[in-house]
């Protein structure tokens, strides 16, 4: 069965996203015209060339980084006031999402044609995910008490991280990492589907150098249905909410010691369907997620010694299934010699990966459990930077020793030479590994058949770029290129009716992306475009796309800012989507158009607004079709607002 619209449609919304495009360009240079003669200095200012620190675990601008990056800094994140982690990843270069419904449903991103499961993702450094599911619940994590998210592209975060880096890194800092003086707030909302967020937060800090940051915060709405056509309980809003904590403190003991504590925190409760179309009891999923970690560090102009742990924990209790447990506790000390001609980075890592089961659901098979339910990795790694006028060079490898597996190493290396003062042009070549998690080993269940003999997943991956960066704009073309060996995919076993994890010879994901961000005056303007193909190269399906990866995704933007207030508008582009494996259906492509700003009411008091999917479009990023035909619904058009009130 095929479901198709006319490629017409298709075609009248990439003329929409160009002709968004030429209308950025054309306003800005009018706007240029019109406001030569206004002093920029009290206006928010767009950052170039930030700093990012996951690229290469030391503080490195983002112009000077070999593989591509985004950083999503504290002003950005206001426009995502009310809403999650993974609304924000969503509009970012190279991602796309699949969501069983509205806010707090189980989700999955991709990023560059990987699953969320081969994208690391850490909370102030430390290892953040579910080591039954694999993946980390960042529909769970709250916009609101973040500080800045940082995304490393590609695999050479597998030569400084190891395991699960091999599609990019995700780092999330939490609110209160920068604090430069006292302060409170507070802050109300409210929103469509009765969406109310309400919170509050204090900072110190004092002279000495001591800085602590508290936070927290409620979410709830009432949600939409996550399943179309259903009947009975399933009929139903499915509602979420979660109350959020965050921690983040420094001392400076002496001159060059200083120490510090993080935390990040979140309760929540979600409905969802469950496929039930008569009465019954409503589904619902208990969640607790979050990280704390602690470091010392000791620092002069030659030398910067850090040593720190920390542990994650996801909790999930569904009402109506299985209660899991995962729990990542690690140790890491990192050492930076700076060098007469460059820096060096040396450290080791230890990691205890963990996870519990609770069998709520025993069946004539017996209960769910795991027959190896924790795992130890210890690792050591080296590193060597080198950022000149001309050029600049990154190089690292890896070591980890496994418990359950041989062990492995990585390793990566980047160069960029600078063809210009505002171009540079670079290349990297980088390998990464993922460890099957201890579901797809272990997990004997009413759904699940364990499979002992998988084999780790390996990539080569080799990436190319050339950007171009000046004072008004940042633009970057790269070409990226990954060959998967062993990647893992649950395949449906009709001798047991269950679900195993098989190994798939050869997967190849390349493509391309185009990023390019402007600010002329009081506009920014810029646009987005990957193309991604995400291709098996063996067994039943080669040649076929791997499912849920949009070949296309684009968005384009506008944006004045004055003295007052800021305004942005956006389109936001996802192709269709290939929903089997054998591509025989797909999910229809769709456009988005949203609007947020800020009105600076006055010092103190900020009036922050966001409208999504203005023009209502009726969308889904999972459905299914035949006879078990099931289609999750995504929200028409929503607004949120607040207020937040800063004491100075």
Not at 166 to 192: D, L, P, R, W, Y
Not at 281 to 310: C, H, M, P, R, W
């Amino acid at each position: 069965m095929s479901v198709s619209r006319a490629s017409s449609r298709t075609y009248l919304r990439l003329s929409i996203l160009s002709a968004l495009g030429l209308l950025a360009v054309n306003t800005a240079m009018a706007a240029t015209s019109e406001n030569t003669s206004i002093d920029d200095s009290n206006l928010p200012q767009v950052e170039l060339d930030e700093i990012i620190v996951t690229a290469t675990r030391t503080p490195t601008k983002v112009s000077n980084v070999i593989a591509q990056t985004r950083v999503v800094n504290s002003k950005e994140l206001k426009r995502y006031q009310g809403q999650t982690v993974m609304e924000v990843l969503r509009r970012q270069p190279g991602f796309s999402i699949k969501q069983d419904g509205g806010m707090g449903q189980s989700s999955n991103f991709y990023l560059r044609g990987y699953d969320s499961k081969r994208v690391l993702v850490l909370i102030d450094g430390v290892r953040y995910g579910s080591m039954s599911s694999g993946q980390p619940a960042l529909s769970l994590l709250p916009a609101d008490q973040i500080d800045r998210i940082e995304i490393l592209y590609g695999a050479s975060g597998s030569s400084i991280y190891g395991s699960d880096a091999m599609g990019g890194v995700i780092q999330v800092f939490t609110k209160g990492s920068n604090v430069e003086q006292t302060n409170f707030s507070v802050t109300a909302g409210v929103g469509s589907n009765d969406h109310y967020v309400y919170g509050a937060a204090a900072q110190f800090a004092n002279e000495a150098g001591a800085k602590l940051s508290l936070s927290a915060n409620r979410n709830q709405t009432k949600g939409i249905t996550a399943l179309e056509n259903r009947s009975g309980n399933d009929k139903d809003d499915d509602g979420f909410e979660s109350n959020n904590f965050a921690l983040n403190t420094s001392i400076s003991l002496t001159d060059t010691i200083t120490i510090g504590a993080t935390g990040l925190f979140s309760k929540s409760n979600t409905e969802f369907d469950n496929y039930s179309f008569g009465p019954g009891q409503n589904a619902e999923v208990d969640q607790e997620n979050g990280a704390v970690s602690a470091f010392s560090q000791y620092e002069n102009d030659k030398i910067t010694v850090q040593l720190s742990t920390g542990q994650s924990s996801d909790k999930v209790d569904n009402k109506v299934g299985d209660e899991f447990e995962t729990k990542q506790k690690q140790a890491n000390l990192l050492s930076i010699y700076r060098l007469p001609t460059g820096q060096l980075q040396a450290g080791a890592e230890w990691l205890k990966q963990e996870v519990d089961v609770n069998d709520n659901t025993p069946s004539n098979n017996g209960n769910d459990s795991y027959k190896i339910n924790d795992r130890t990795i210890k690792s050591g790694f080296l590193g060597y930077q080198l950022n000149k006028e001309a050029y600049d060079l990154q190089a690292n490898v890896r070591f980890d020793d496994n418990s359950q597996f041989d062990s492995e190493s990585t390793y990566s290396l980047g160069y960029a030479v600078k063809l210009a003062p505002s171009l540079r042009l670079g290349t990297s070549f980088a390998t990464g590994y993922r460890a099957p998690s201890l579901n797809d080993l272990y997990i004997e269940s009413a759904y699940y058949v364990p499979n002992e003999n998988l084999k780790v997943e390996e990539s080569k991956n080799l990436e190319v770029f050339i950007e171009s960066n000046n004072a008004l704009q940042t633009t970057r073309l790269t070409g990226f290129y990954s060959r998967v060996k062993n990647l893992i995919s649950n395949e449906y076993d009709p001798s047991t009716f269950k679900y195993q994890a098989t190994n798939i010879d050869q997967a190849e994901l390349s493509g391309y992306s185009l990023t390019s961000d402007w600010q002329i005056s009081n506009v920014l303007f810029g646009s987005q475009y990957t193309y991604t193909n995400a291709e098996e190269l063996s067994g039943a399906n080669k040649g076929k796309q791997l499912v849920y990866r949009p070949e296309h995704t684009g968005l384009v933007y506008i944006g004045y800012q004055a003295a007052e207030f800021d305004i942005r508008t956006e389109a936001e582009y996802v192709g269709r989507t290939y929903n089997v494996s054998d591509n025989s259906t797909f999910i229809d492509d769709y456009t988005l158009f949203n609007i947020s700003g800020n009105y600076y009411v006055s010092p103190n008091l900020t009036w922050t607004s966001r409208i999504n999917n203005i023009t209502n479009v009726d969308y889904s990023t999972n459905e299914s079709f035949g006879q078990y035909a099931s289609r999750y619904n995504q929200d028409g058009t929503n607004f949120f607002t607040s207020l937040t009130y800063n004491w100075y």
